[in-house]
């Protein structure tokens, strides 16, 4: 028996506490069946299949502003902020990321509102550092995923232990499946230090408890405020950075924002509450503005725009060539997407400066105010938190062999090769095609593109400008894509959030489709970096090639161990699952 196929009937063997087929975020969505074969005809028809999907998110907000458990979410926050304790989001992948947004557009409010409010007036309640984001390997992870951290448990639980979560705190630990081990960690640790702890995911209750152990335990134990978000199935099969997350960061926003709102109500004089032009919103009318929103990014001009950027960028790549987006208070937002398309369709993630030999990313992003190190405590409103975890630490945590071997370096100087700052980056410009994408959201765009023209026009074959928010004129020598929507006064700047993650969801998703990396609405060029993606891989094989699990769990790590040597060649990775699909005689559908 080969090393592969012993590796495969391991996974068969001791791992079927990760089989997920059951979970409803991983079924096929009936909207999207034709998802791939529509956008190869009718490319606007094929977004509209995408945005129908999104248009099942504001029912499902709707139930869920109505439930006590909600109500209980606000009042916790408002109970923390009263008396000074730590409110920490806990997260993996999309989730971990939604985290890290989450603390960083609460800092950029505080921050903002200590420039123009004196600081006497604010010396007794500053909260900027009431909110914690604990991410699964650390902010590096924004950029790649940590391979094994999701699966344990014990990682969790350490990493938010070392974060300093303690009595009276509130630990809101995300899940999109309700079945990462990692949150499920952070959860069980918060609960045992004293903190009052809420389960956030978005399959249904009574599924999770049939079919996952790890997900009844934690849903069975009384102490723990349990919140549903479901949805139904994603647009794209498993892929929950799309309407999972999505309605995560409409309820989770809207819970924080209102109790921010009740706390500077009590403190403020009224001129101030006045001259801050906030407004203290029902919760319906969090989904009443969020249908809104949905209604202007689905006009038919919208769709045309959406359509025109999705060729636009599928023109760069079919040539070979690179897009670097350009923005500044989005940045966040815009590495979010762009970093989540590597493991969802396995592009090449983003490279450090000091690697020469793996294939450069499609898709990369820069300001172009600051260099790097400054960028990213701008773009996380504080200074990075990389992990510094020794040899000792995993084996304390019972990691993997191979972690406590060679543990991965994850600290902030490693953060910083990323250079995502202003430097120059020729390796961006020097292919057979570039583009220039300067991406505006509600802000300065004259002073965003001059300054953008300055420091990185020369070089790029094409320039293209997304503006998303109110409607304005503007003269562009280059390609426009203009989003006209409006962005409501929000302390958090939710709008201008749900807004890019709408916008660029479907961009990225629909140019993949595209680019022949989904069959139908199946994801087949995935990164199995983890056992629920090994799950999700071998299903998709299972279903396409019309064979059994365990035959298409055997063919999937054979093809993963041809891969892994491919990769050490600093060419293009192919996707062992497409490349298990081509070995089993499966052709892709034209």
Same mark, same amino acid.
């Given at each position: 028996?080969?090393?592969?196929?012993?590796?495969?009937?391991?996974?068969?063997?001791?791992?079927?506490?990760?089989?997920?087929?059951?979970?409803?975020?991983?079924?096929?969505?009936?909207?999207?069946? +034709?998802?791939?074969?529509?956008?190869?005809?009718?490319?606007?028809?094929?977004?509209?299949?995408?945005?129908?999907?999104?248009?099942?998110?504001?029912?499902?907000?709707?139930?869920? =502003?109505?439930?006590?458990?909600?109500?209980?979410?606000?009042?916790?926050?408002?109970?923390?902020?009263?008396?000074?304790?730590?409110?920490?989001?806990?997260?993996?992948?999309?989730?971990?990321?939604?985290?890290?947004?989450?603390?960083?557009?609460?800092?950029?409010?505080?921050?903002?509102?200590?420039?123009?409010?004196?600081?006497?007036?604010?010396?007794?309640?500053?909260?900027?550092?009431?909110? *914690?984001?604990?991410?699964?390997?650390?902010?590096?992870?924004?950029?790649?995923?940590?391979?094994?951290?999701?699966?344990?448990?014990?990682?969790?639980?350490?990493?938010?232990?070392?974060?300093?979560?303690?009595?009276?705190? !509130?630990?809101?630990?995300? &899940?999109?499946?309700?079945?990462?081990? *990692? !949150?499920?960690? #952070?959860?069980?640790?918060?609960?045992?230090?004293?903190?009052?702890? =809420?389960?956030?995911?978005?399959?249904?209750?009574?599924?999770?408890?049939?079919?996952?152990?790890?997900?009844?335990?934690?849903?069975?134990?009384?102490?723990?405020?349990?919140?549903?978000? #479901?949805?139904?199935?994603?647009?794209?099969?498993?892929?929950? $950075?799309?309407?999972?997350?999505?309605?995560? /960061?409409?309820?989770?926003?809207?819970?924080?924002? #209102?109790?921010?709102?009740?706390?500077?109500?009590?403190?403020?004089?009224?001129?101030?509450?006045?001259?801050?032009?906030?407004?203290?919103?029902?919760?319906?009318?969090?989904?009443?503005? =969020? +249908?809104?929103?949905?209604?202007?990014?689905?006009?038919?001009?919208?769709?045309?725009?959406?359509? $025109?950027?999705?060729?636009?960028?599928?023109?760069?790549?079919?040539?070979?060539?690179?897009?670097?987006? /350009?923005?500044?208070?989005?940045?966040?937002?815009?590495?979010?997407?762009?970093?989540?398309?590597?493991? &969802? *369709?396995?592009?090449?993630?983003?490279?450090?400066?000091?690697?020469?030999?793996?294939?450069?990313?499609?898709?990369?992003?820069?300001?172009?105010?600051?260099?790097?190190?400054?960028?990213?405590?701008?773009?996380?409103? $504080?200074?990075?938190?990389?992990?510094?975890?020794?040899?000792?630490?995993?084996?304390?945590?019972?990691?993997?062999?191979?972690?406590?071997?060679?543990?991965?370096?994850?600290?902030?100087?490693?953060?910083?090769?990323?250079?995502?700052?202003?430097?120059?980056?020729?390796?961006?410009?020097?292919?057979?095609?570039?583009?220039?994408?300067?991406?505006?959201?509600?802000?300065?765009?004259?002073?965003?593109?001059?300054?953008?023209?300055?420091? *990185?026009?020369?070089?790029?074959?094409?320039?293209?400008?997304?503006?998303?928010?109110?409607?304005?004129?503007?003269?562009?020598?280059?390609?426009?894509?203009?989003?006209?929507?409006?962005?409501?006064?929000?302390?958090?700047?939710?709008?201008?959030? /749900?807004?890019?993650?709408?916008?660029?969801?479907?961009?990225?998703?629909?140019?993949?489709?595209?680019?022949?990396?989904?069959?139908?609405?199946?994801?087949?060029?995935?990164?199995?970096?983890?056992?629920?993606?090994?799950?999700?891989? #071998?299903?998709?094989?299972?279903?396409?090639?019309?064979?059994?699990?365990?035959?298409?769990?055997?063919?999937?790590?054979?093809?993963?161990?041809?891969?892994?040597?491919?990769?050490?060649?600093?060419?293009?990775?192919?996707?062992? !699952?497409?490349?298990?699909?081509?070995?089993?005689?499966?052709?892709?559908?034209?």
């Amino acid at each position: 028996m080969t090393s592969a196929q012993e590796r495969a009937q391991q996974f068969l063997n001791q791992e079927k506490a990760f089989r997920l087929g059951a979970l409803l975020t991983e079924a096929s969505h009936p909207k999207t069946q +034709q998802l791939s074969q529509t956008a190869q005809q009718d490319l606007p028809a094929a977004i509209r299949m995408l945005q129908s999907v999104d248009a099942e998110i504001p029912p499902a907000a709707h139930n869920v =502003f109505q439930q006590e458990s909600f109500k209980h979410l606000v009042k916790a926050f408002l109970t923390a902020l009263e008396s000074g304790r730590k409110i920490y989001f806990t997260g993996c992948g999309a989730t971990g990321r939604l985290s890290i947004l989450l603390e960083a557009a609460w800092r950029n409010f505080w921050q903002g509102f200590k420039q123009t409010t004196p600081k006497q007036d604010t010396k007794n309640f500053d909260r900027e550092d009431c909110v *914690f984001s604990v991410m699964a390997g650390g902010d590096y992870a924004l950029i790649k995923s940590v391979e094994g951290f999701e699966d344990f448990t014990n990682f969790g639980r350490y990493q938010i232990q070392q974060a300093g979560v303690n009595r009276d705190d !509130v630990v809101v630990a995300v &899940t999109e499946g309700g079945e990462t081990s *990692f !949150v499920i960690g #952070t959860a069980w640790q918060g609960l045992e230090s004293g903190a009052q702890v =809420f389960f956030v995911y978005n399959n249904p209750t009574d599924l999770l408890c049939k079919h996952v152990q790890r997900s009844r335990e934690i849903i069975k134990e009384p102490r723990i405020v349990k919140i549903d978000l #479901t949805t139904g199935p994603m647009a794209i099969t498993g892929s929950t $950075r799309m309407q999972a997350t999505t309605i995560e /960061l409409l309820v989770i926003a809207a819970a924080l924002e #209102t109790a921010l709102l009740q706390f500077l109500q009590n403190r403020l004089s009224f001129a101030r509450w006045e001259q801050l032009k906030f407004c203290l919103r029902p919760a319906q009318e969090y989904h009443q503005l =969020f +249908q809104q929103l949905l209604d202007e990014l689905t006009t038919d001009t919208s769709i045309k725009t959406l359509a $025109r950027l999705t060729q636009f960028e599928e023109t760069i790549y079919r040539n070979s060539g690179l897009v670097t987006y /350009l923005t500044d208070a989005f940045l966040l937002d815009v590495l979010t997407d762009t970093t989540e398309r590597s493991p &969802t *369709f396995m592009l090449p993630p983003f490279r450090k400066n000091d690697d020469n030999i793996s294939p450069r990313p499609w898709a990369f992003v820069k300001d172009p105010f600051r260099p790097t190190p400054v960028a990213w405590s701008n773009l996380l409103r $504080r200074p990075p938190r990389g992990l510094t975890w020794k040899q000792d630490v995993y084996k304390k945590l019972g990691a993997p062999g191979a972690l406590q071997q060679q543990p991965p370096q994850l600290d902030n100087e490693e953060i910083y090769k990323f250079q995502i700052g202003s430097e120059p980056d020729p390796t961006r410009t020097d292919t057979p095609d570039s583009a220039l994408v300067i991406i505006s959201v509600g802000e300065d765009t004259s002073k965003l593109i001059q300054v953008g023209r300055e420091k *990185f026009l020369t070089g790029f074959n094409k320039t293209a400008l997304v503006t998303i928010g109110p409607d304005t004129t503007l003269s562009f020598d280059g390609e426009l894509f203009s989003f006209p929507c409006d962005l409501p006064a929000s302390p958090l700047r939710l709008w201008h959030h /749900l807004a890019v993650k709408l916008i660029l969801n479907t961009i990225s998703t629909a140019t993949m489709v595209l680019m022949d990396r989904v069959i139908g609405n199946t994801m087949v060029w995935l990164s199995p970096s983890n056992k629920k993606l090994i799950d999700r891989g #071998t299903r998709l094989i299972a279903l396409h090639a019309g064979c059994s699990y365990e035959q298409a769990c055997i063919m999937l790590h054979k093809t993963l161990e041809e891969v892994q040597q491919h990769a050490q060649t600093g060419e293009d990775v192919p996707s062992p !699952v497409a490349q298990a699909l081509k070995r089993l005689g499966y052709q892709h559908p034209k």
